[in-house]
């Protein structure tokens, strides 16, 4: 695995930021088109439902990607940045996990960042989490309080 994060490795901050500023962009339209279409009913809701959710997964792979191939990379040699507990050589689901787990709750659980640099990255990661779920809140009380 290292072989290939080292190879795929061109440009990741690139196509990190890329990704961040896509799905950005495609909240905003996602919350603009909620709020003028109301009379778009079910199937806008639904379109705009699975958006959101392939919205998240996409953003939480390429930080899965982006801590793959700074394990694998640069981000210092104690355990690379990150600490798996019992495994010395993760893969991508060790990577997709943490990543997920960050996503979801804005925190790490059993894996140990040791790296200050990928700690700045995994606060990045939180704080995009955070914003990304507020949106979706904000998203459903305006769709359910558009209803009633």
């Known amino acids: 695995m290292r072989e ?4 795929q490795d061109a440009g990741r901050w690139g196509i990190l930021w890329s990704a961040i500023a896509l799905v950005a962009i495609l909240m905003v339209a996602l919350g603009t088109e909620l ?6 009913g079910i199937a806008s ?15 939480n792979v390429m930080f899965a990607l982006h801590y793959a191939h700074g394990f694998y990379g640069d981000y210092g040699d104690d355990h ?5 507990p019992g495994d010395k050589a993760p893969d ?3 990577f997709a996990y943490f990543a997920l787990v960050l996503g979801m709750t804005f925190q ?3 894996v140990q960042i040791t ?11 939180s704080v995009i989490a955070f914003f990304f779920n507020m949106f979706v809140i904000a998203v459903t009380v305006n769709i359910l309080g558009g209803q009633a």
């Open 108 to 110: 790490v659980s059993d």
């Open 4 to 7: 290939v994060a080292v190879r």
């Open 35 to 40: 709020s003028a279409g109301k009379s778009g």
């Open 45 to 59: 809701i639904g379109i705009a439902g699975s958006s959101i959710v392939l919205s998240w997964l996409f953003m």
């Open 80 to 84: 690379r940045g990150l600490d798996f």
């Open 115 to 125: 790296s200050r640099t990928l700690r700045r990255i995994a606060l990045l990661h």
């Open 92 to 94: 991508y689901w060790d």
